[in-house]
Antibody, heavy 119, light 108 residues
Framework: QVQLVQSGAEVKKPGASVKVACKTS????????IHWVRQAPGQGLEWMGW????????NYAEKFQGRVTMTRDTSTNTAYMELSRLRSDDTAVYYC????????????WGQGTLVTVAS | DIQMTQSPSTLSASVGDRVTITCRAS??????LAWYQQKPGKAPKLLIY???SLQSGVPSRFSGSGSGTDFTLTISSLQPDDFATYYC??????????FGPGTKVDIK
């Protein structure tokens, strides 16, 4: 069965960087894009971008360009999202999600990783 | 960028009620619209894709309709497990994805 398992919660200081892992199983990793979505406490869902797991190509939401880097490791079927120059308003749960190919919606999600940015 | 709105923001309903949630896009998105259910502390769950296609395993009381700019999610008979927040999500021609602000369905 398809599974996306994310790394554990992180606490970071303002200005630092965080790297969240999303380990996948149950499907052919390189056949699908992985997207990242975040959710601030009590708020809605915010799309951050995607990575093409076959060739490593990326597309980031304008809001995060210059601060986010999405990578993947095909040897371990793991996708990564790194966010730099953290601010307090980056405190959120970060989700990875697998795309439902052809329909541009997200059929499987990771469990979420809470990133807390505090001094 | 395409903006998404949802109405209502909160909906109070009883078990057995027919519930309708509306999502509107600021410009036409064809049928590139999905609906998700999210419960507290959990990841979103895909309910509907391509505006009206029911995701595998989702109960048939959920249905979606619409195209262009106006879309609807309907729950034909609300069940106790359905109290949650619902989000719409669009995909546009610039390869960008946007979520609506959400509709919370709570117990009347």
């Amino acid at each position: 069965q398809v599974q996306l398992v994310q790394s554990g919660a992180e606490v970071k200081k303002p200005g630092a960087s965080v790297k969240v892992a999303c380990k996948t199983s149950g499907y052919t990793f390189s056949d699908y894009y992985i997207h990242w979505v975040r959710q601030a406490p009590g708020q809605g869902l915010e799309w951050m971008g995607w990575i093409n797991c076959k060739n490593g190509g990326t597309n980031y939401a304008e809001k995060f360009q210059g601060r986010v880097t999405m990578t993947r490791d095909t040897s371990t079927n793991t996708a990564y999202m790194e966010l730099s120059r953290l601010r307090s308003d980056d405190t959120a749960v970060y989700y990875c999600a697998k795309i439902l190919t052809g329909y541009y919606s997200f059929d499987y999600w990771g469990q979420g990783t809470l990133v807390t940015v505090a001094s | 960028d395409i903006q998404m709105t949802q109405s209502p923001s909160t909906l109070s309903a009883s078990v057995g009620d027919r519930v309708t949630i509306t999502c509107r896009a600021s410009q036409s998105i064809g049928r590139w619209l999905a609906w998700y259910q999210q419960k507290p502390g959990k990841a979103p769950k895909l309910l509907i894709y391509w505006a009206s296609s029911l995701q595998s395993g989702v109960p048939s009381r959920f249905s979606g309709s619409g195209s262009g700019t106006d879309f609807t999610l309907t729950i034909s008979s609300l069940q106790p497990d359905d109290f949650a927040t619902y989000y719409c999500q669009q995909f546009d021609s610039y390869s960008l994805f946007t979520f609506g602000p959400g509709t919370k369905v709570d117990i009347k």
